[in-house]
């Protein structure tokens, strides 16, 4: 099991390390375990702090939560609350987050890389400041970026397709977990706080749902994409078949293009 120290346990729960003593002090949040003066702080601290900041953002107050972790507690075996915790709070990625410096950035970018486009790329949430250097929060889209960069794009042009896809897929995801939440998860806990029997049972219908979402993203992501690309390319083909005739002094295009037959 992962084991943290407060500063970092506060960067992967988006939050503060003021707001990791806050929480502890209202009873939100266990106390670490101690080693000489140093606090360790566990995943199931990390999944239980995710799980306040996610709910102080639905405007639940500390006494709300409160009220449902004692609710839970009361009558529920430990690692089901745990579980559900976890199932709801964890990070949907195996992406661990990486730093870069000003000048890696110039180096995957170019000189693409300016105040202008930096400041997007925060507001994007591509990048996070962190000091004198930038916190990644996924690689995989940053070193995606530096690819097409290298194959001729613009950086403005790569932070419009990260811009584009954040809108458009953020809207699908929206619409996907209240869906879900309406037909599965209501059902089993109707207008109310889910018991502390039920955790384990919606801790389980909530990671048998994460794989079934990137499924079906992956899928018709993967249609729309063959489509569009069959589509623009026969765009392209098209006009430079045009180009072609004009060049050949408008000959017919069969014999322009395949000869005699």
């Known amino acids: 099991m992962a084991e943290y120290r407060i500063d970092e ?3 992967l729960a988006d939050t503060t ?3 990791v003593r806050v929480y502890q002090d209202r009873g939100l949040l266990a106390p670490p ?3 000489g003066r140093v606090g360790i702080y566990s995943e199931a601290h990390l999944a239980r702090l995710r799980l306040i900041g996610q709910l102080l953002r639905r405007g639940y107050t500390f ?3 409160g009220e449902m972790f004692r609710v839970w ?3 529920g ?3 089901d609350i745990l579980g559900f915790e976890s199932a709801i709070g964890d990070a949907w990625s195996d992406e661990i987050a990486d730093y870069v410096t000003l000048g890696e950035l110039r180096d995957l970018f ?3 890389v300016t105040p202008k486009t930096i400041k997007r790329a925060l507001d994007l949430r591509v990048l996070e400041r962190d000091g004198l250097r930038f916190r990644v929060p996924s690689p995989r889209l940053l070193h995606a970026g530096a690819e097409l960069v290298k194959l001729g794009m613009s950086v403005g042009s790569v932070l419009d397709i990260a811009e584009n896809l954040r809108d458009k897929v953020g809207g699908v995801a929206e619409h996907m977990v209240r869906l879900v939440s309406e037909h599965i998860i209501a059902e089993h806990a109707p207008g109310t706080v889910v018991r502390s029997e039920e955790t384990a049972e919606m801790a389980e219908l909530i990671r048998r749902v994460r794989p079934l979402a990137q499924q079906a993203v992956d899928a018709v992501l993967a249609q729309a994409m063959a489509e569009n690309l069959t589509t623009v390319m026969g765009e392209h083909f ?5 180009h072609l005739e004009r060049e050949q002094g408008g000959r017919p295009r069969a014999e322009g293009l395949t000869g005699p037959s």
């Open 17 to 19: 390390v003021r707001n």
């Open 77 to 79: 075996d430990l690692s």
């Open 73 to 75: 507690e009361r009558g």
């Open 9 to 11: 346990l506060a960067r």
């Open 110 to 112: 170019g000189k693409g």
């Open 33 to 35: 375990r101690r080693e």
């Open 63 to 65: 006494a709300n939560i």
């Open 238 to 242: 098209a006009l430079a078949m045009e």
